[in-house]
């Protein structure tokens, strides 16, 4: 999959993705993210993929007036440093058979973080995992075909992790993704 990713990337003239996985360092310690600031043709860039993940470089380079070749560098910084994590589309859940959403609030065992986050991680329809302050832990977005594999989702799957204190759901009744622009 990744590799089609890449070879659909490249056709459209992406740069490759980070050549370097996130994590842990040599030795298994993790390394502090480098932290470059962006200037305005990067905030540009950005923008323009925020957009339309699917610009080419050629466009994005004639809509931020640099050449191809420094468009082309500056995607690449941008994803090396891990600034952009990755192009994605925006689905309408509702067209796609997800036509019930949810956010989803988790109480958990005080340091149990890591553990919980694996499992929610697994489950089918996590669009969206936080760990959040306030009067809960964890904020989780669900798409599911329909409130019975909702209903399904939470009261057999969520409820049963140990580590889950409590659960408060939320049904999404519209949604709505915010242009990037404003």
């Known amino acids: 999959m990744a590799d089609e990713q890449m070879a659909e990337g490249r056709e459209r003239g992406l740069p490759p993705g ?4 996130p994590g842990p360092g040599p030795g298994g310690t993790s390394q ?12 540009d860039i950005l923008r323009i993929l925020q957009t339309d993940g699917r610009a080419s470089i ?9 050449s191809r070749a420094n ?12 600034v952009i994590r990755g192009f994605s589309a925006r689905v309408n859940h509702e067209r796609a058979g997800q036509g019930a959403s949810a956010y989803i609030t988790l ?9 919980v ?7 089918p329809g996590a669009a969206h995992i936080a760990l959040v302050s306030g009067d809960f832990d964890v904020l989780l977005l669900v798409h599911t075909p ?8 939470v009261l057999t799957k969520l409820q049963s992790i140990p580590e889950v204190l409590s659960t408060r759901t939320l049904l999404v009744f519209e949604e709505t993704d915010l242009d990037p622009d404003h």
């Open 18 to 21: 980070p050549s370097t996985p």
């Open 32 to 43: 502090a993210p480098v932290v470059r600031p962006l200037d305005a043709i990067d905030r």
């Open 58 to 66: 050629r466009a994005v380079a004639e809509r931020v007036h640099v």
């Open 71 to 82: 468009a082309y560098a500056r995607i690449n910084r941008l994803i090396d440093d891990g």
């Open 107 to 115: 109480k958990i065992v005080q340091n149990s973080w890591r553990t």
């Open 117 to 123: 986050r694996e499992q929610l991680q697994a489950l």
């Open 146 to 153: 329909d409130n019975r594999t909702l209903r399904e989702l």
